[in-house]
């Protein structure tokens, strides 16, 4: 029997009482080098769970984890949040929505198919760190190109295992999100890592403008023939779609392209008016990080855009849709993050099992007469998307893009697609 591999130990009662700094450092800037520990490894082997621990997560609570590091080592600060996706940690890695998070996932076993080249959802990994339970001592794929260790300390991020992934879960169910400092530094003390963990906050920052392209584009899809599928024909060939940018997911652009549209990507602050010139047939508003109410711009921007051509928010860009229609947005306890949430459509009566990543959702009861709340999160009634048909708006706070999770919900591409073929129709 493998002896305890965690270790949890909570730090001198009075460091609880540790005032919150009244001005929180926004986003730190990183300082992270490479393991050379990792750098060194056999190819195909990670570590050996011999290796003793030489990182801590220290959480806001005071709670201390002691762990072992893979990846990039240092010091960093960020959000916990647990995902709960059986499979495809890769293209969480690059989601650009967990920018300032640290990933938890809570399958125990991580990295056992490696990395590859193809199931990125963007070109950077922008979460802060991941946690994981345990690491695959070794990695065996036919498309696996190296090692998850390796992918991490060549990015940067800093990784932690062997700690006790369901007891942080618990805590965090419990008394819901927390901040907490990922560090390999041993020159830290307990106390510098508390206080750094305790002032530094996720709310009220823009994140979008930290990951979002800086010129527009146009949208090659490169997907092999063996991964294309479509459910609902290809009947997207004639339309244009505008892709607001706010740190989408490269699923969210091959689905478009295999519906035919031709996508042109835009930047977060690109101005509503030189949209409307392009004279699109539909706008999309992407997935992306942090607090929806802190992006008053973006919301501008979906505002002078809503009810002059059809639009689908994602995410995020349902979030911008719900207050650039009078409503409001609020941080949930602990979010939802994994690929196994049940959602009922409310206009099919359908359930679909969906893949969902927020901390933030869309007040229902603050929205005006006339936005149809259509699809509810059944583990705990909030709203998972919305239309007006009104003004061709549709929009869901989970990802019918999936990558990774079930495609369930994928027909959403195919409505909005409907959308657009029915405005231009009867233009
Ligand atoms: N995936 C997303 O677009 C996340 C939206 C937002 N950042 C949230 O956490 O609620």
């Not at 650039?324 to 196994?340: D, E, Q, S, Y």
Request: aromatic share 8%; hydrophobic share 35%.
């Amino acid at each position: 029997m493998a002896t305890a591999a965690f270790n949890l130990a909570l730090i001198n009662p009075s460091t609880f009482i540790l005032p919150k700094s009244p001005n929180p450092t926004k986003l730190r800037v990183r300082t992270l080098r490479c393991s050379s520990a990792t750098a060194n490894a056999v190819p195909g082997l990670s570590e050996g769970p011999w290796k003793t621990s030489d990182a801590r997560l220290v959480l806001e609570d005071g709670s201390i984890w002691r762990a072992k590091s893979f990846g990039a080592s240092g010091t960093q600060v960020g959000e916990v949040v647990f995902n709960t996706s059986l499979t495809g940690y890769q293209e969480i890695l690059t989601d650009p929505s967990y920018a300032g998070q640290f990933v938890l996932m809570t399958n125990p076993h991580i990295g056992n198919t490696g990395v590859n080249f193809d199931d990125e959802e963007s070109n950077q990994c922008f979460l802060g760190g991941l946690v994981i339970r345990s690491i695959s001592i070794s990695t065996s794929n036919w498309r696996c190109a190296e090692t998850l260790g390796d992918y991490l300390a060549e990015r940067n991020i800093i990784g932690i295992y062997d700690v006790d992934t369901r007891a942080i879960t618990r805590r965090l169910r419990q008394d819901g999100s927390l901040v907490g400092v990922l560090s390999t530094e041993e020159s830290k003390t307990d106390e510098e890592l508390l206080e750094m963990s305790r002032s530094w906050d996720i709310v009220g920052v823009d994140l979008i403008s930290g990951v979002s392209c800086k010129e527009p584009y146009e949208w090659v899809d490169k997907t092999n023939s063996e991964w294309e599928f479509n459910y609902g024909g290809r009947d997207g060939k004639a339309f244009h779609v505008v892709a607001y940018d706010f740190g989408i997911k490269h699923n969210i652009l091959r689905r478009l392209a295999s519906h035919g549209c031709k996508i042109t990507v835009v930047p977060s602050t690109w101005p509503a008016s030189e949209i409307l010139k392009r004279k699109p047939d539909g706008v999309l508003f992407s997935n992306g990080p942090g607090d929806p109410s802190a992006v008053p711009y973006a919301v501008e921007t979906v505002k002078e855009i809503l009810g002059k051509v059809p639009v689908f928010g994602i995410c995020m860009g349902h979030q911008l849709l719900g207050q650039a229609l009078g409503g409001k947005t609020f941080k949930m306890k602990f979010g939802h993050h994994g690929g196994n949430h049940p959602v009922r459509n409310l206009r099919s009566g359908h359930v679909e099992i969906s893949a969902q990543n927020h901390n933030y959702a869309v007040d229902p009861a603050s929205l005006p007469e006339g936005v149809e709340v259509t699809h509810v999160n059944l583990n705990d009634g909030s709203c998972a998307g919305l239309a007006y048909p009104a003004q061709n708006i549709m929009s869901l706070q989970y990802h019918p893009e999936a990558s990774p999770g079930p495609r369930d919900s994928d027909y959403a591409f195919g409505e909005f697609i409907k959308l657009m073929k029915k405005v231009k129709v009867n233009a």
